[in-house]
Structure formats: structure tokens, C-alpha cells
């Protein structure tokens, strides 16, 4: 089961740090505070299971297949649950919000998002999509020639559309402080360390202060958002989100409607932000695919009133954004606690141990995928559908990303209008790595020089 890629035959490869010969408890801890993709053993490639020993007797087990993926993510949820360090990681972030949630609390969270992110939802927010990107491009063609910054306007663009479309309201001055503060902590305060992992939960690790200090800003600042949202009252049914929320949570103690609009916030414009990002990174290097780009959005009307009609349409700038995820995933590892003894491909995985599910080496596997490592947007076009536990960018089974459909149409609008409009490449030579902290980063931030189409 391979799935193939014939539009561009010559595609290149982006480049990328190489995967660990061996894997020991000293290499993770120089991984952990430099790049989590060093971390990856090349075993991972062959091997069903890899198993590295921990400290205090412990062991983490990497599950590679898709048959590993789907026991863990599917077949046994309740044998593996959320790790203390995914809440030490997150928690200054998410809080109780959805992502972190367990048991019943998630479930009940769940069913009150649910609606807003239904098939029918999906024609009103790509309404604000293309208004967004329509912005953004009479932004980057204000100063022809001059070499712009597109993650920091891609993250503006994602950040605008999470919350235009999910809570009707623009950000204005709250958007750059917005921006800095997530991306300082995912930068920084966001890298998972090893005493995240091998300290018993509710243990203060080194970045326990740091982290504190961030979440008394961060709540701050949502609920500078969440005031001025309410300022704008209410319209008797539910609108959008916020107001789904507020049906469901009013302010209850413990800020929950806090933690659930900034989970939403941070999720809704990562996610996108970044898919946007590596995707401009990588057709840089591939003028003909831009130009093909180009003219599969040139005929159609990706208006306000148009975007949600011309959205099945674009099939390459969809295949684009598929083949972006499945080189950078926003979720390039699943790891889970295992909660009981269990057997899972061969391998023995005691109560208490790390098991990890490395997406970032399944979708890079030439045991699933045809020249796994080239940038090849066809394979999405030309074969089946990839197995579900094979192409994992928003996860899978009951905790797959609730905004997966949404983040995945944003991405195709947004590059289907950029490349209506203009030509990219990279202003240098210097090569783009992936750095792997809570998000797949890049190790420094580029300009690219925009030509506009059409003269």
C-alpha cells in the first residue's frame, strides 16, 4: 500500500535532520532541548516497536506502523492515556480546555464543540477566510520587490481567521501581543524536557516558574478577548462559537471558558499557520507548481460569496496542503502513558511506560509512502486515499483533531488565493530546517520576494 506522486516527477527534497543511528537516554536529553526529530531512532523505519530504556527502570516504546497506531489510537484508548508532561507542556495553554480534557469532561466538551465544526458550518467560515486572504494579499503587494516575512503574516492571516470565524471579532491591537506571546512559548517554555517525562505528576520541573508566569499573561489576555467579545452582546440564538460556549459553560469556576476559547485560539491558528508556512517554504523551490496553482484558481471565484462553491475545485491547491501536512504534521508525535500492561506488535509495554507514535517517521516510511522524503503534491491526486493510521497529521480515532476539515479548507483557500496573485521564492540559499518543539518550527525565519502575476 503505497501511495504515489506523478505531477512533479522531479519534485526535490526539503531537508531535514536525520534520523538517530542510536537512541539512548543521554542522546533524548540533548534531543529534547535541541530538535525532538533527532530523537527518532532509524530503527523506527524497520522495527514494528523500538523500545529505549529510561532512567529508574523505565522504558519508552516508539509504536511505527499503522497497526501500532491503530491499537493505541483506536482499538485500546482506554489502555493509553494523556502523559503528566503533555499537561506540563500544554497545560499553561490549554488549561481544561478540550485538548487536555479526559473522561467525561471530554465527551461533554466535545458534544458542546461539535456543532460549530460540522460540514454545514463550513460555507460560513470560509466566508471569513477569503475575506482574510484577501487582506493579506493587498498587504504583501503593498510594497512590491521589498522581501517579506510569511510566517509572521501567515500566523496574522491563521490568528484572523480563528477569531473572525470562530468568535466574530477582530483582534486588532490584541493580535500582535497574541502572536508574541504564543510563539515565545512555543519557542521557548514549549519544548518538552526530559524531567516533563520523567518526573512523577504534580512534581515542579525547572520550567514550572517560567510556565506559571506565562499562563497568569496568557489568561490575561484571553480574557481581554473574551470582554471584548462580550461587548458586542448577544443576538438570542447562538451565533458562533463563543456563544455555543456560553451556553454550555457560562463563567463557571475555574475559568473553563477561558481555557476552552484560548485551546481554540492557539489550535486554530498553529495549525494553520504552519501548514501555510512550509507550504510556501516548499513551492519556492517549484515554479512550474506555482504556475499550475495559478491557473487552476484564476477561473474561479474565491470571493466571500464564492469561496465555499469553488472550495471541491481546487484539487492541487487541496493536494498541496495534504502533501505540506504529511512532510511538517502539527502533530509530529502522539504519546500516550500506558495505563496497564499490555502486548502491542510483539512488543511488551509495562504499566507506567512511554509509548509514542513518531507520525513524523510514518509519513516518511518507503514502507507506506512512494519516495517518501520528495515534496510530491500528485500522490495525493493520482492514488487512493492513504490508510487513515498510515497519514496521521491531525491524529486519529475519537481524539482526531476536532477542526481538522476546517484547518485543511483554510490551508487550500488561503494558498489557492496567495498563488492567484503572485510568484514566491526564498531571498537567499540558506536551507530551512524543521525544528520540533510543541509544533514542527523552522530553525530560522526566512524572506521570500513576491512577483506579482500579470505583471
Known amino acids: ?87 506540563r507542556v500544554i497545560g499553561p495553554i490549554a488549561g481544561r480546555g478540550l485538548v487536555l480534557a479526559d473522561g467525561e469532561a471530554w465527551r461533554h466538551q466535545r458534544k458542546v464543540l461539535a456543532p460549530a465544526f460540522t460540514p454545514r458550518t463550513l460555507p460560513l467560515m470560509l466566508r471569513f477566510v477569503a475575506r482574510i486572504a484577501e487582506e493579506s494579499c493587498r498587504r504583501l503587494s503593498a510594497d512590491p520587490g521589498v522581501p517579506v516575512d510569511l510566517r509572521s503574516e501567515m500566523q496574522r492571516v491563521a490568528l484572523d481567521i480563528a477569531t473572525t470565524s470562530m468568535f466574530s471579532l477582530e483582534t486588532g491591537a490584541l493580535g500582535a501581543e497574541i502572536r508574541a506571546l504564543v510563539s515565545g512559548y512555543l519557542d521557548r517554555l514549549g519544548r518538552p524536557t526530559v524531567a516533563d517525562f520523567l518526573l512523577p505528576p504534580g512534581w515542579p520541573t525547572p520550567s514550572s516558574p517560567r510556565r506559571a508566569l506565562f499562563r497568569r499573561r496568557w489568561l490575561a489576555i484571553v480574557r481581554a478577548v473574551l470582554e471584548a467579545r462580550r461587548g458586542q452582546g448577544a443576538t438570542g440564538a447562538p451565533r458562533d462559537l463563543f456563544d455555543l460556549l456560553v451556553e454550555a459553560h457560562g463563567d463557571a469556576p475555574g475559568g473553563l ?106 509519513h516518511r516510511n518507503p514502507r507506506w509512502w512512494d519516495r517518501p522524503e520528495a515534496f510530491r503534491p500528485g500522490r495525493f491526486l493520482d492514488g487512493p486515499e492513504p490508510d487513515r493510521f498510515v497519514y496521521l497529521p491531525f491524529g486519529a480515532g475519537p481524539r482526531i483533531c476536532i477542526g481538522a476539515q476546517l484547518a485543511l479548507s483554510e490551508a487550500t483557500l488561503v494558498l489557492a488565493r496567495l498563488m492567484r496573485d503572485v510568484r514566491l521564492s526564498l531571498d537567499g540559499d540558506r536551507p530551512v530546517l524543521p525544528v520540533a518543539t510543541t509544533t514542527v518550527r523552522p530553525d530560522h525565519v526566512p524572506r521570500f520576494r513576491l512577483e506579482r502575476r500579470n505583471g
Open 1 to 87: 500500500m503505497m501511495a504515489s506522486g506523478t505531477l512533479t516527477p522531479d519534485a526535490h527534497a526539503p531537508p531535514v535532520p536525520a534520523l538517530a543511528e542510536r537512541v539512548g537516554w543521554l542522546r533524548l536529553l540533548g534531543a529534547f532541548r535541541r530538535n525532538t526529530l533527532e530523537a527518532f531512532p532509524r530503527a523506527c523505519l524497520d522495527e514494528p516497536a523500538v523500545t529505549i530504556p529510561l532512567p529508574g527502570g523505565g522504558r519508552m516504546v516508539l509504536l511505527s506502523t499503522p497497526a501500532g497506531a491503530r491499537h493505541v489510537l483506536l482499538s485500546a484508548t482506554d489502555d493509553f492515556v494523556r502523559l503528566p508532561a503533555g499537561r
Open 257 to 362: 471558558l477561558a481555557d476552552e476559547v484560548g485551546t481554540l485560539i492557539v489550535a486554530g491558528h498553529e495549525t494553520t499557520a504552519s501548514t501555510l508556512f512550509w507550504a510556501c517554504t516548499l513551492l519556492a523551490r517549484e515554479p512550474a507548481l506555482q504556475d499550475a496553482l495559478g491557473a487552476e484558481a484564476a477561473g474561479l471565484d474565491l470571493s466571500e460569496a464564492g469561496a465555499a462553491a469553488s472550495l471541491p475545485n481546487l484539487r492541487l491547491a487541496k493536494a498541496v496542503a495534504q502533501e505540506t501536512l504529511r512532510l511538517y504534521p502539527p502533530v509530529y508525535v502522539i504519546a500516550r502513558r500506558a495505563a496497564r500492561t499490555s502486548i502491542v506488535e510483539g512488543a511488551e509495554i509495562p504499566a507506567g511506560s512511554i509509548v509514542m507514535i513518531p507520525t513524523w517517521v510514518l
